[in-house]
């Protein structure tokens, strides 16, 4: 079997994904079922059939929510249009967007109010990026997914402000910022706080890993950027590696017998499912240390959260 397991220490949920999953865990000791999410809270099929399970629906759009009930938006970010929305409808709305998501929306806002155009740096049809974006016209902000695109923007966009989808980290946008520094005269660049520090610290992490590993398994959901991400990473540092979106199944191959595994899991993989892999693997298990994260978000007021009394 495996000879020795090393598992990152900087893994797992950040405080965005806590705050998203407490927000849904004190709606439902506050209300009774049905409440609905729109979309799901953190990108985990784990976490999701759990929240089902206990009485969350979650839909796409708000049309799927009767007319007069709760509705809990997830952390990645919501459109305008579901804002205006939810309150003609007379929806509870409980808001379980990151706050690094709310700061750059504001942060984009800020600059076009100042004249500048926004190019986003981040993967079309994401829903934060979505979100984000919706906030400003067509015609002002711009989309940037890969070095390729720069070169599909107008050349005269006067001004320019960056912004950066938040689960990018500083390594996955260096190149296309210093291109769009070359491209444009004018350019404010995004805070080092607008990137998501537990995105960046899991990928330092990952490459540390790398050096001591022969394979690396990462847990996280297929649709989960980030987790994907840490995959790529660990493959760049030069260690073969692979996504395991689910641990209970998961079957070791041959190849890793008489391996140094090491494992990590993206931002919105519940621990259990290390715990769960861990076993399946039935190996010595060793701590690669790194450096600690003391981040917190605050919830949002929850105490007099209620149905509306228009509610079937």
């Not at 305008?80 to 942060?107: F, G, M």
């Not at 260690?239 to 899991?265: C, Q």
């Amino acid at each position: 079997m495996v000879k020795k397991i090393i598992l990152a220490s900087l893994r797992g949920f950040c405080a965005g994904v806590i705050r998203a999953i407490d927000i849904v865990n004190l709606a439902l000791l506050k209300l009774d079922p049905p409440i609905y999410v729109r979309h799901e809270i953190v990108h985990n099929e784990h976490i999701k059939k759990d929240f089902e399970s206990r009485g969350i629906i979650f839909v796409d759009e708000l049309g799927e929510v009767p007319d007069g009930n709760c509705v809990i938006l997830s952390a990645h970010g919501s459109e305008v249009r579901v804002y205006t929305e939810a309150n003609k409808r007379n929806l509870a709305v409980v808001d379980a967007t990151c706050p690094l998501v709310i700061k750059v929306h504001l942060e984009m806002v800020s600059a076009w109010k100042k004249g500048y155009k926004v190019i986003y740096i981040g993967h079309k049809g994401h829903q934060e990026v979505i979100g984000a974006m919706s906030n400003l016209r067509g015609d002002s902000c711009f989309l940037v997914g890969s070095v390729e695109d720069i070169d599909k923007l107008p050349s005269n966009l006067g001004k320019v402000f960056i912004a950066t989808q938040t689960t990018l980290s500083v390594d996955d946008t260096k190149e296309i910022i210093e291109l769009l520094k070359k491209k444009y005269k004018e350019v404010v660049l995004p805070g080092a706080q607008d990137i998501c520090y537990a995105t960046q610290n899991r990928q330092d992490a990952v490459k540390e890993l790398a050096k001591v590993t022969d394979y690396i398994l990462i847990i996280g959901s297929k649709n989960s950027s980030n987790s994907c991400r840490l995959v790529e990473v660990a493959r760049l540092a030069g260690t073969p590696a692979e996504l395991v979106p689910d641990p209970y199944t998961y079957k070791v191959p041959k190849e890793l017998h008489g391996k140094i595994v090491g494992i990590s899991s993206g931002a919105s993989a519940p621990e259990s499912l290390v715990e769960t892999l861990i076993n399946r693997l039935s190996a010595p298990v060793e701590i690669l240390k790194f450096k600690d994260e003391n981040v917190n978000f605050k919830l949002p007021e929850m105490e007099k959260l209620k149905r509306p009394v228009s509610a079937a």
